[in-house]
């Protein structure tokens, strides 16, 4: 089995030499080139894609959260309990499966009863990570899980390891967790909730080799077994079935220590601890570190830089499953790739602590790459989170008091719902080449998946931004779905002009020979294949 898995990996990256666009035709007008031929190998069945790789990231950081999600329950803006109602729709229509909260690097300065109680009981803080402003703790756990409920997501929390304690860390998940009989579990009713809540992904800290502390792999390994020892989930529901699934921190996208000192450990770990997953966390910045790429007003050498860079996402995940795969063979212990996406120069005139930046169709792109290599690596890869889901770096949604605007990013996670717990179906095709100046990468990327219903899904993205491409499918007689491109490379929407790049429905009848499809440059097609 792991041999045809590593054949079928071997396979699909070989395949990875082309270039697409977003008009989808039957037997269109003839170009230059003849069609790719793109073979859906049907009958082969690859692992689940587990809908967790579809996660968001909400952290206390610029107007991700306040403004974002929080406009409190006075507020002019239409809300339930606080939570605007326009975000929540939105989220919704996307099938958000989980939110990774607190943060960040501002889960490692959070003290949980900061947040909890009433608004004479919340503390005000100064957010020293994420620019400098006030924190009100308006928003705390009870925002956040009722946030969670009103989207139909599950809560993914991050415990403070950095400036913590396990004890404060165990009373807090007992607070979540517990049945009415304890004191935390009173309190937790007393304060608006009587019933424990579900509590299905924990965080075991972030990034502690940086800002979560700048602590030593084997320091970290000490703390992550002493709070993994001491924390315990109470709900009747998760101590059986269904059990709290707990992620240590792992590799930063640049060092080896941490995920190989974890998973050492956890080779030998005995009865009193245990981890589900461990984490990577990678930007595409388009170059080396500080971010430098442009949001907006960018041309074809930024975003043949920045697409590139997103393809490292592939090589980084290989080279974290070797090292798991020495220790843990039997893929006991996934990899959640949770913080991840395109980190850009903030917004001109925007305070730069708040990381807020616009997104093009470029992002939208780079979104539907990286959903595929997670698909890809499915056997492995059952978390990802992507940074951020409201007004911070590659958001889904930006707000501005009572506006609200959806991003292209967005749109690729709309489109990409039926992959949701997909099962995935390996594709054969010649990607080509885009070449723009020194750099060179894929021109076409594709992926598929056989969904409950036991339809069969296709993802097509042309990365070329400039040529649309022709690709042919045999034996299928129609396909229906959305495409995705935009009048310009660097196309935005704003909230004058909310709709420039937006999913239109495609549907393309078949010939004898199959289906031709026509993708213009710089697009993302998703279709059901019939």
């Known amino acids: 089995m792991l041999v045809r898995k590593t054949m079928m990996r071997a396979a699909l990256r070989s395949a990875l030499l082309a270039g697409a666009g977003v008009a989808l035709m039957a037997g269109g007008p003839a170009m230059a080139a003849a069609p790719v031929e793109v073979t859906v190998d049907a009958g082969t069945a690859g ?147 009587a019933a424990p809540w579900k509590l299905p992904l924990l965080g075991i800290g972030n990034e502690n080799w940086g800002c979560g502390g700048a602590m030593s792999a084997d320091h970290y390994v000490e703390e992550m077994k002493r709070f993994t020892n001491f924390i315990r989930n109470f709900n009747p529901a998760q101590r059986e079935k269904d059990k709290m699934k707990r992620i240590a921190v792992g590799w930063d996208g640049g060092k080896l220590d941490y995920t190989e000192q974890v998973m050492k450990a956890w080779k030998d770990h005995v009865y009193s601890w245990d981890i589900e997953g461990i984490s990577l966390h990678s930007y595409t910045i388009g170059g080396a570190w500080p971010p430098h790429r442009v949001a907006t007003g960018f041309g074809l050498d930024d975003y043949a830089a920045v697409i590139k860079d997103t393809f490292r996402m592939d090589q980084l995940i290989n080279t974290q499953t070797a090292i798991m795969d020495k220790y843990d063979p039997a893929k006991k212990v996934f990899l959640a790739v949770d913080e991840w996406g395109a980190w850009l120069t903030p917004t001109p005139g925007t305070n730069p602590g708040f990381l807020m930046q616009q997104n093009s169709i470029r992002d939208g792109i780079l979104a539907a790459i990286n959903l595929n290599i997670f698909a890809r ?49 390996p594709v054969k095709f010649a990607a080509g080449e885009y070449v723009r100046g020194a750099v060179s990468m894929p021109k076409l990327d594709a992926m598929a998946a056989r969904d409950a219903q036991g339809h069969l899904w296709l993802s097509l993205i042309n990365i070329d931004p400039e040529a649309p491409t022709s690709i042919h499918l045999s034996g299928y007689k129609s396909a229906s779905g959305d495409v995705l491109t935009a009048p310009k490379v660097d196309s935005v929407n704003t909230f004058d002009a909310p709709a420039v790049v937006a999913p239109k429905p495609v549907s393309v009848k078949g010939k004898a020979g199959g289906l031709t499809l026509e993708l213009p440059a710089r697009s993302v097609t998703v279709v059901r294949l019939d």
């Open 47 to 193: 692992d689940v894609i587990d809908r967790n790789i579809f996660g968001q990231f909400a952290e206390h950081l610029g107007s991700g959260i306040y403004g974002g999600i929080w406009v409190g329950k006075d507020s002019p803006i239409p809300n339930v309990r606080g939570i605007r109602s326009d975000v929540v729709a939105a989220l919704k229509a996307i099938k958000v499966p989980n939110v990774r909260w607190p943060g960040g690097c501002f889960a490692d300065e959070y003290h949980w009863r900061d947040g909890i109680g009433g608004a004479d009981q919340r503390r005000i803080q100064v957010n020293t990570n994420w620019g400098s402003v006030p924190e009100s703790n308006a928003f705390g756990t009870h925002e956040f899980m009722d946030f969670a409920e009103q989207i139909g997501a599950d809560p993914y929390v991050s415990v403070n390891v950095g400036s913590g304690t396990p004890a404060e860390a165990s009373a807090w998940v007992e607070y979540m967790t517990a049945e009415k009989d304890t004191t935390l579990a009173k309190e937790r009713a007393a304060n608006g909730h």
């Open 377 to 425: 690596h499915a056997d492995r890869v059952k978390v990802a989170n992507i940074a951020q889901m409201i007004n911070v770096l590659q958001a889904m949604i930006f707000t501005d008091g009572a506006k609200m605007v959806l991003t292209p990013t967005y749109h690729v996670y709309r489109m990409y719902v039926p992959f949701q717990d997909a099962r995935f179906v």
